[in-house]
């Protein structure tokens, strides 16, 4: 990837598509593509495919996803699988068409299997049953990978896949029904300190595991795979360690300074119990985090305080 090379980011405005813009700043790639979702409605065909002809851009990272916690992809099932089979088909084809170089696709860890061998390794895609509570958006995400895969196979696109674990970070989605567990419960204690509440609720057990990873150390995996990474098999990126929910409540509650009671609300869903990636792959290849769970909790939560809260 030369610095004067096109780059378009789709979603550049969400958290990682942001993030992965950041980045590439700051090694001083400079042409972008930009365009908001209000100027182009990436289910749109038409519109979509106009635009790869007039941009005819190098490199595509597709960020651009529907995307949100266990209570939004439960409830909303027929949006987050019509919105991202569209995105995904729409900018997939479209980059094959217009001849890009190189297009990176952004999955999820909920691709794999409910019940999966822990730690996760991408050789698990497809071995078993999803979990129930996003089923529709994995499999659109699943059906993203093997659009990939199979255009690389007939095509000899150089079209990559990646898979995230849960991830955090600057401009986060902090609404209380559709964000995912971190920037929640960052915003259930923050008001629940700020409103003198004896407690804060967190949902279902505490007992599920997850894996968290700042959205910086993805978009350095992006760029870092971006470069140096050709091949058809899909590569998890995450830290390798993970804690139970009720542990994340504990760091998020000393960090926020709440000191009321948890209340763990068992009417609610667990979703899947654990999803701890196997990194061994992007490890082998040469990238490892850099940001603790601790340290980049303490710095999402200043720029909550920041962006967000108008109170304290
Ligand atoms: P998941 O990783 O796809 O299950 O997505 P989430 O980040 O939404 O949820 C992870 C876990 O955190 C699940 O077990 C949730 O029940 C639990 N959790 C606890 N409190 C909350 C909350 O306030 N919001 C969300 N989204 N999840 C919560």
């Given amino acids: 990837m030369n610095f004067s090379d096109k780059i378009y980011i789709a979603g550049h405005n969400g958290m990682v598509g942001s993030a992965i813009k950041r980045k590439l700043q700051n090694l001083g ?3 972008f593509i930009d365009v908001s979702s209000k100027e182009l409605d990436l289910r749109n065909q038409q519109k979509v ?3 790869f002809k007039r941009h005819l851009p190098d490199y595509v990272f597709l960020a651009a996803a529907k995307v949100g916690g ?8 027929g949006d987050f699988i019509y919105d991202n089979l569209m995105i995904q088909n729409n900018i997939i084809n479209s980059a094959h068409h217009y001849k890009v170089k190189k297009l990176l696709f952004l999955g999820s860890s909920c691709i794999y299997p409910k019940y999966a061998n822990q730690p996760i390794n991408e050789s698990e895609l497809l071995d078993g049953k999803l979990e129930p509570t996003n089923e529709p ?22 079209f990559i896949c990646v898979m995230p674990t849960n991830l955090y970070g600057p401009n986060d989605n902090y609404d209380h029904k559709s964000s995912h567990v971190l920037p929640a419960l960052i915003r259930k204690f923050h008001e629940a300190k700020i409103s003198n509440s004896s407690r804060a609720e967190v949902w279902g057990s505490g007992n599920p595991k997850r894996e968290f990873l ?14 140096k990474y050709n091949e058809k098999e899909i590569v998890n990126i995450g830290t390798g ?8 409540a504990l760091l998020i509650k ?6 009321g009671e948890i209340y763990f609300d068992k009417e609610k869903p667990d979703g899947t119990p654990r999803k701890l990636l196997d990194v061994s792959k992007l490890n082998n290849l040469g990238w490892k985090h850099k940001i603790n769970l601790a340290e980049g909790v303490e710095s999402v939560y200043e720029d909550y305080k920041e962006k967000y809260s108008l109170q304290e």
């Fill in 137 to 158: 958006y994995a499999i659109a995400k699943i059906a993203g990978i093997k659009m990939c895969q199979s255009y690389r196979d007939q095509f000899g696109a150089n």
């Fill in 29 to 31: 790639y400079t042409n």
């Fill in 70 to 77: 266990i209570f939004a992809n439960n409830n909303f099932k």
């Fill in 254 to 259: 000393s960090t926020v300074g709440f000191n």
């Fill in 49 to 51: 495919d106009d635009f």
């Fill in 214 to 227: 700042h959205v910086d150390d993805l978009a350095a995996a992006c760029v870092f795979l971006m470069k």
């Fill in 241 to 248: 360690l993970d804690i139970s929910i009720k542990e994340l």
